[in-house]
């Protein structure tokens, strides 16, 4: 049995190594917050929702509008200060929280995370253009051509 | 090994060959990492048979009695880009048989290492993803090939892969078609492998299918089969049902059962496993 404890011991160290390489990427997310707004395309009948259930829609757990639209969210960039605020409000958990979550996901096959935008710009185009689409931008951008949800507790 | 022994021997060195943990390793549903981001796991397989395809008759309660084969898998895979993952599989398989001879065999079986890397990937709601893998299967130890409960081949492989798969919802299917160019006397193959599956919060639930096909090689029971020539094929089906329990933290629970092949092990196995993202 020696060298079986001997082989999760050789794997222990890499994966330990590579937990630290994370670490330290990780250790470059931002800690400002930046408020947030949720929107949706103008057609979708919605006007509310509560943080979990907007958490859903993000985690791929809810998968359809009441309608039966499919729902189509769109992440932020890792490193933008929005998506760290969005994810500690909305997920309860920081965005590593949040990557560790699809991990598991993807390793099981089920599911992969959201399309990610590099900007409000960028998401802000995208939910105008498709009527299923979910996604944030930060509270100060001009949200024309999109409906704000109110997100409640 | 040569033809010289009995058959029931030469079975059994085939049936024991290809275990199922190196296989499970180089089988892939399309998983690729986020960059930067990892997990490991550690699974355990527990099998056993009686009957075994000799050519492609099944035969039933050999000689040497119920073959059992219990293996530990530690798995690693890694993110280095978001389109990049390598993945290292490395078990650990201890054989028994019951009746004559006696014969058990403890060693780590082969080091898998695979890289897998998402070549396309187009739509938003159902999403489609073409991944290609490439990796090498090679023994991590000098173990036995000429005792009749091997714990694997002695070859050193290359594994091709190409793998398509579509998200819809919570639903999903992949479709492996691979391509081993076995080392030494052992003849190439094709293992393909398609899993479909759903994820329903914390759980998900998944089966799979597997086909290994390979055209040439010897059956047990020729004149002459040196070990590892012979023509391994089977169809094998089964299931995983894995837990979220954190999101640090995932455990699973699996079984198999192989319905048809040729020089193989009927065999039905159960396990389960950890797996721990970072």
């Given at each position: 049995?020696?060298?079986?404890?001997?082989?999760?011991?050789?794997?222990?160290?890499?994966?330990?190594?590579?937990?630290?390489?994370?670490?330290?990427?990780?250790?470059?997310?931002?800690?400002?917050?930046?408020?947030?707004?949720?929107?949706?395309?103008?057609?979708?009948?919605?006007?509310?929702?509560?943080?979990?259930?907007?958490?859903?829609?993000?985690?791929?757990?809810?998968?359809?509008?009441?309608?039966?639209?499919?729902?189509?969210?769109?992440?932020?960039?890792?490193?933008?200060?929005?998506?760290?605020?969005?994810?500690?409000?909305?997920?309860?958990?920081?965005?590593?929280?949040?990557?560790?979550?699809?991990?598991?996901?993807?390793?099981?096959?089920?599911?992969?995370?959201?399309?990610?935008?590099?900007?409000?710009?960028?998401?802000?185009?995208?939910?105008?253009?498709?009527?299923?689409?979910?996604?944030?931008?930060?509270?100060?951008?001009?949200?024309?051509?999109?409906?704000?949800?109110?997100?409640?507790? | 090994m040569s033809g010289s022994r009995g058959p029931s021997l030469v079975a059994l060195a085939i049936v024991l060959t290809l275990?199922?943990?190196?296989?499970?390793?180089?089988?892939?549903?399309?998983?690729?990492?986020?960059?930067?981001?990892?997990?490991?796991?550690?699974?355990?397989?527990?099998?056993?048979f009686d009957q075994f395809f000799m050519g492609q008759a099944q035969v039933s309660r050999p000689g040497v009695g119920t073959l059992?084969?219990?293996?530990?898998?530690?798995?690693?895979?890694?993110?280095?880009?978001?389109?990049?993952?390598?993945?290292?599989?490395?078990?650990?398989?201890?054989t028994?048989a019951s009746g004559t001879g006696g014969y058990?065999?403890?060693?780590?079986?082969?080091?898998?290492?695979?890289?897998?890397?998402?070549?396309?990937?187009?739509?938003?709601?159902?999403?489609?993803?073409?991944?290609?893998?490439?990796?090498?299967?090679?023994?991590?130890?000098?173990?036995?090939v000429d005792n009749p409960a091997d714990?694997?081949d002695?070859?050193?492989?290359?594994?091709?892969?190409?793998?398509?798969?579509?998200?819809?919802?919570?639903?999903?299917?992949?479709?492996?078609?691979?391509?081993?160019?076995?080392?030494?006397i052992?003849?190439?193959?094709?293992?393909?492998?398609?899993?479909?599956?759903?994820?329903?919060?914390?759980?998900?639930?998944?089966?799979?299918?597997?086909?290994?096909?390979?055209?040439?090689g010897t059956d047990i029971g020729e004149p002459f089969s040196p070990f590892p020539s012979n023509r391994e094929e089977w169809?094998?089906?089964?299931?995983?049902?894995?837990?979220?329990?954190?999101?640090?933290?995932?455990?699973?629970?699996?079984?198999?059962?192989?319905?048809?092949g040729r020089n193989t092990g009927k065999n039905?196995?159960?396990?389960?496993?950890?797996?721990?993202?970072?």
């Amino acid at each position: 049995m020696g060298r079986v404890w001997g082989g999760a011991a050789l794997m222990v160290c890499m994966a330990l190594g590579l937990v630290a390489t994370g670490s330290i990427l990780a250790a470059a997310a931002p800690d400002t917050d930046v408020p947030y707004r949720v929107i949706v395309h103008p057609a979708n009948p919605i006007e509310s929702l509560q943080k979990d259930d907007v958490s859903d829609l993000f985690l791929r757990k809810r998968t359809s509008w009441e309608d039966g639209t499919s729902v189509d969210p769109v992440d932020q960039s890792e490193v933008a200060p929005v998506r760290h605020t969005f994810s500690v409000d909305v997920h309860g958990k920081p965005v590593g929280g949040v990557r560790r979550y699809w991990q598991q996901r993807m390793f099981t096959g089920g599911d992969v995370p959201p399309q990610v935008l590099d900007s409000d710009q960028a998401v802000l185009a995208h939910v105008r253009a498709n009527e299923g689409a979910v996604g944030y931008v930060s509270e100060d951008t001009s949200v024309d051509g999109v409906k704000v949800l109110e997100v409640v507790e | 090994m040569s033809g010289s022994r009995g058959p029931s021997l030469v079975a059994l060195a085939i049936v024991l060959t290809l275990g199922t943990a190196a296989l499970e390793a180089s089988d892939s549903n399309g998983y690729v990492s986020l960059k930067g981001m990892g997990g490991v796991g550690i699974s355990y397989t527990d099998e056993g048979f009686d009957q075994f395809f000799m050519g492609q008759a099944q035969v039933s309660r050999p000689g040497v009695g119920t073959l059992t084969r219990k293996s530990l898998s530690f798995w690693l895979g890694y993110g280095v880009t978001d389109d990049l993952t390598v993945t290292v599989n490395l078990p650990y398989i201890r054989t028994r048989a019951s009746g004559t001879g006696g014969y058990k065999e403890n060693d780590f079986q082969d080091l898998v290492v695979m890289g897998t890397r998402r070549l396309y990937a187009t739509g938003r709601v159902a999403r489609s993803t073409f991944v290609g893998a490439a990796g090498i299967r090679t023994p991590a130890t000098n173990y036995s090939v000429d005792n009749p409960a091997d714990v694997g081949d002695g070859t050193t492989d290359l594994l091709l892969r190409i793998i398509y798969r579509l998200n819809y919802r919570n639903y999903y299917i992949a479709q492996q078609v691979g391509y081993d160019v076995r080392g030494g006397i052992a003849p190439d193959s094709i293992p393909l492998y398609t899993e479909a599956g759903v994820g329903l919060g914390r759980v998900s639930l998944s089966g799979f299918f597997s086909k290994y096909l390979t055209w040439e090689g010897t059956d047990i029971g020729e004149p002459f089969s040196p070990f590892p020539s012979n023509r391994e094929e089977w169809d094998r089906i089964g299931g995983k049902v894995y837990f979220a329990a954190t999101d640090r933290f995932g455990v699973s629970v699996a079984a198999f059962h192989v319905l048809n092949g040729r020089n193989t092990g009927k065999n039905t196995g159960f396990g389960f496993g950890v797996f721990i993202p970072f």
